[in-house]
């Protein structure tokens, strides 16, 4: 196995790390990773803002649910999908008519793109040995996210980023059996994954059970249960309307 698959397997999210801080140097490197990643149209739709100020991290903290390693992670990025920059230099050097970014299709492409980039930062920030946790809590409020970083229509938070030199070394969470996910020529019949996906309910469980010192009894199967009754954040897709994106 090559050093890049092999970092990539020994992914697993790091909450708490060290003081350790990151040369800017050392940050722009991963965000250029991040830039290389392949881009829908070439449209570029990513912007990354780092959130220094200290004021700033602790609202992000709060905001996300108290999510304290936001507050003390060495770097806390915040990936934003953004059609903005292509709308007004369209707007400047080119439009003929108004350029339009309304559509759904261009809303998945920037959210893609944000995915895709972020990621790259993640793999090569690992690959040096760094932790990451990606910060979905910051659209548990993504008015109060707009506000706090200027974000102007055609920009919406997608989500935050932890990052620094671990100083925890948590056991990788298992995934779902390959012949879960892998499939050849065509979706599998109904239940056909039955057996295997029984096999990972227990050894999700066991795997919760360790974490937790026997706290926590779950299988994958009741905890998206229960995250699916959850019904987070309904209020996403009035906010997505409002910044511009997915009107049709
Ligand atoms: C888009 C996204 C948002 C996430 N948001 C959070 C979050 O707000 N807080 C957190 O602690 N972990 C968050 N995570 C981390 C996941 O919980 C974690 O990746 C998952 O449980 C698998 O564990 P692993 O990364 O350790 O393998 C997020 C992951 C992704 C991809």
């Known amino acids: 196995m090559n050093d890049t698959i092999a970092t990539i397997l020994k992914h697993r999210s790091i909450r708490r790390f060290s003081d350790q801080p990151l040369a800017d140097s050392q940050l722009k490197e991963y965000i250029r990773a991040g830039q290389m990643a392949s881009?829908?149209?070439?449209?570029?739709?990513?912007?990354?803002?780092?959130v220094s100020d200290s004021a700033n991290r602790a609202k992000f903290a709060k905001l996300a649910g108290g999510q304290p390693y936001v507050e003390s992670a060495p770097e806390f990025l915040v990936f934003c999908a953004d059609l903005?920059?292509?709308r007004d230099r369209i707007r400047r050097d080119v439009a003929a008519e108004e350029p339009d970014f309304s559509w759904t299709e261009q809303f998945i492409a920037a959210t893609v793109d944000v995915a895709l980039f972020a990621q790259n930062v993640v793999v090569a920030a690992e690959s040096d040995g760094l932790g990451c946790c990606y910060i979905g809590g910051i659209r548990n409020d993504p008015e109060q996210v707009t506000e706090l970083l200027a974000l102007p229509d055609l920009v919406y938070p997608v989500f935050g980023l932890c990052?620094?030199?671990?100083?925890q070394d948590?056991?990788?969470?298992?995934?779902?059996?390959i012949e879960a996910v892998f499939?050849?020529?065509?979706?599998?019949?109904?239940?056909?994954?039955?057996?295997?996906?029984?096999e990972y309910d227990a050894e999700v469980a066991d795997y919760y059970q360790r974490r937790?010192?026997?706290k926590l009894?779950?299988?994958?199967?009741?905890?998206?249960?229960k995250q699916s009754a959850s019904q987070t954040r309904k209020f996403m897709g009035e906010y997505i309307k409002k910044q511009g994106f997915n009107q049709h």
């Open 163 to 167: 990052l620094g030199y671990p100083d």
């Open 217 to 225: 009894n779950v299988t994958f199967t009741q905890q998206m249960a």
């Open 39 to 50: 881009s829908s149209s070439f449209i570029q739709a990513v912007s990354v803002i780092r």
């Open 84 to 86: 903005s920059r292509n």
């Open 170 to 177: 948590p056991a990788a969470k298992p995934r779902l059996p």
């Open 212 to 214: 937790t010192n026997g």
């Open 183 to 198: 499939h050849q020529n065509a979706y599998p019949e109904r239940g056909e994954t039955d057996v295997v996906l029984d």
